[in-house]
C-alpha cells in the first residue's frame, strides 16, 4: 500500500522532477554563446553633422576653400575597363592622392563624394557639392577607346554653352523652396527675376570653371600627357550645378595599357595629384576665396 502511494506520489512529481533536472543539467553544461549578441549597435553620427553627406577633412575652418574630389562611377557601375582593371576603381586610386596631397600642403577643404566603391547617381554628386557648399568640383574619369589601343592623353570638360543655360532654365523653373544659388534664397521672389540670378550665376560659374580647366593644362604641360584636344565641353550631367565651378577631369585612357598602368602606379597618381593641386592652389589664389 505504501508503494502505491509512492508511485502515485512520483507520477505527480514528475514533471517538477523533470523540470528541476533540466535546470540543474542547464547550469552544469552551458548552452555554448557562439557569439550571439541580441543588442544590436549602430553608431549615431555626431551632433551637428548632416546625415548622408561626406565629411570635410582639413582646416576645420569654414573660410577655407572647399573642394569636392568626385571619383565617377562605383558599386554596380564599373565605367570603362580595360587588362583587367575597372575605372571606378583607378579613379578612386586618383581622388584619394589628390585630397592627400592637398592635406598634405595645408590650407585647403577637401571633401570626396565617394571613399569607397559606393554608387552615386550624377545628380547626387552635384547635390554633394552644392549641400557642402563647396568652391571648386573636380569629377575624375578614365575613358575608353575601344579597342583602339594606341589611343590616350588626358582631357577636361566643362559644361557646354547650350548645357549651360538649360540647367539654368531648368534649375530656375523647378519648384523647391530650399534652393538657393550664391547664398540668395529662390523662394518668394518673381520667377522672372529668380531666371536672372540663376543664369548670372551660372554664367560666372562657366568663366570660373574654364579658368580652372585652362589652369589643369598650363599646370599640366610637360607634367601630365595630354589627348591632342585636351579642352572640350559636353553636356555632363555632373557639371550642372549653377554655382560650383566643375571640370570633369578624363585622366586618359584605360584601354591603353601603359597608360593604365602610369595611372594606377605610384608614381603615376604622385604626378597627377602634385600637377591637380597646384592648378588647384592657383585657382583659389585668383578667386576671391583666401588661401
Ligand atoms: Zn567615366
Redesign the pocket.
Known sequence: MVWYRVQIALVFLMPAILLAGLYVFGRAIPVPYLGRDYVIRFELPEPGTTVGLPEIQGPQDASRPLVVIDA??GGHDP??SGLGIL?KTL?LGLARDLRDQLLTEGGIRVALTRDDDRFLALAERVEISRALGADLFISI???SAGDREQVSGASIYTLSEDASSEAAARFAARENDADQVNGVVLSGRNENVNAILVELSQRRTSDDSAQFADLIIREGEGQLPFHTQPRRSAALGVLRAPDVPSVLF?AGFITNPQEAQRLTSVDGKRQFALTMARAIRIFFARSSVAV
Do not use: L, T, W
Open positions: 565617377g562611377h565605367g570603362a575605372e579613379v574619369h578614365a575613358d578624363e
